[in-house]
């Protein structure tokens, strides 16, 4: 007879509520009847050790913490910015916490071997101008928006910001069945000043994903933590959403669409969809943010706005079939898509792969540690390294 794991009832019912699941749609994915789950969960009888480990596994729970004599304190939940949303799904819901979990462990590291702060995490506030947080968040990346120096605008700001200290993972899934919805959630931000965190969900296409990333820095720089799934800067949507969120969109059209390098723009720019679109393009934003931020700032007539408005949204319905047709291609072509390592570095987060790596290098972490932390089996960690270098 397999042994019996003697798990406390009521915690096995905590973690299965958190994290979203019906006892029934909980049971089918552990192969057991609903009633006995439910009998596990009010203490009529057990579990095997191998049906422990698997609820452990589905519910995202150190195995080690269904024993605890009582439910234990969880993170506590962050601030919901989003507009008309619903409860977080299980996967936005796992996701928040794998990335709160890698947040406290890495932010008491630095506090306690003495790591300084970081200057810039709650610098300003929503009282300030956006534009004087936009220039702030610039000049301590030391960006150059809109005039990158590779076609990829959203790896280069990925890279600024972890050199300066900021965490940022990027991922479309938990595994492939439980995938992110973009309408639900576009990003999140943990303000800490010693380990602050940003989250994007690459789900979105790349112009929206550069936006939600330098929306959530400017929540790094006033130090509010939370979740997003709003960035639509139309005036009229403007008083629909939290003013943190409003204010957060303002600083980051500010700094991906410069006032100086608006005004430089010639007019035409709005009149021609080609040059319109090619110049979003280049700056990493859609045609539709370009065309907010001219209205903005008076640069075009809200009759002129309207007009290039419907055509814009023709042509960038017409931009994504491409770049879908594109994308299916390539994954034909690669055999899948990007590499599993390649994916699990963006999802971790550079930055903290390579920190991890070199503590347990060092023998200041365990193996099973850094293997939890990065969620990769030691024995392959030669294979992460080589894909991280790859990031340099």
């Known amino acids: 007879m397999a042994d019996k794991a003697p798990i406390t009832p009521q915690v096995l019912r905590w973690a299965r509520l958190t994290a979203k699941f019906s006892i029934e749609i909980a049971a089918t994915k552990v192969k057991v009847a ?33 024993f605890l004599p009582n439910i234990p304190t969880d993170f506590q939940p962050l601030q919901d910015y989003r507009k008309n949303a619903d409860e977080l799904s299980t996967a936005s819901i796992f996701i928040i916490r794998e990335i709160q979990e890698r947040q406290a462990w890495i932010s008491e590291f630095y506090q306690e071997n003495g790591e300084a702060p970081l200057p810039f995490v709650g610098k300003f506030s929503i009282r300030d101008s956006s534009d004087t947080v936009a220039a702030d968040i610039l000049k301590t990346l030391e960006i150059r928006s809109p005039y990158y120096q590779t076609s990829n605008p959203v790896k280069e700001w990925v890279d600024k910001a972890e050199a300066k200290g900021v965490f940022i993972s990027r991922s479309s899934f938990i595994h492939s069945r439980m995938k992110f919805d973009s309408d639900e959630i576009k990003g999140f931000a943990i303000a800490d000043e010693y380990a602050p965190f940003i989250f994007v969900n690459t789900e979105d296409w790349k112009a929206p994903q550069l936006f939600t990333l330098v929306h959530e820095l400017a929540h790094i720089w006033i130090g509010q933590s939370g979740v997003s799934n709003e960035s639509d800067l139309e005036l009229k949507l403007k008083h629909q959403i939290h003013q943190v969120e409003a204010f957060c969109n303002e600083v980051a059209a500010a700094a991906l669409m410069q006032n100086e390098s608006m005004n430089r723009l010639n007019r035409n720019v709005f009149k021609s969809q080609v040059e319109l679109f090619t110049t979003a393009k280049n700056w990493g934003v859609s045609s539709f943010a370009l065309l907010v931020r001219a209205l903005h700032m008076n640069l075009i007539s809200t009759q002129e706005y309207n007009n290039s408005k419907a055509q814009a949204d023709s042509a960038y319905k017409q931009y994504l079939v491409r770049e879908e047709a594109k994308r299916e291609s390539q ?24 920190f991890v790596l070199e503590a347990y290098r060092s023998g200041m972490i365990p193996p099973t540690q850094a293997s939890s932390l990065l969620n990769v089996k030691t024995n392959n960690f030669p294979k992460l390294e080589k894909y991280l270098s790859t990031q340099a």
């Open 34 to 66: 609903a009633e006995k789950l439910d009998e596990w969960e009010n203490g009529i009888s057990q579990p095997t050790i191998v049906q422990a480990q698997s609820l452990a596994k589905l519910y995202k729970r150190p195995f080690a913490i269904l």
């Open 331 to 354: 994954k034909k072509d690669t055999d899948g898509g990007p590499s599993y390592y390649q994916l699990q570095l963006n999802k971790v987060s550079p930055h903290f792969t390579r």
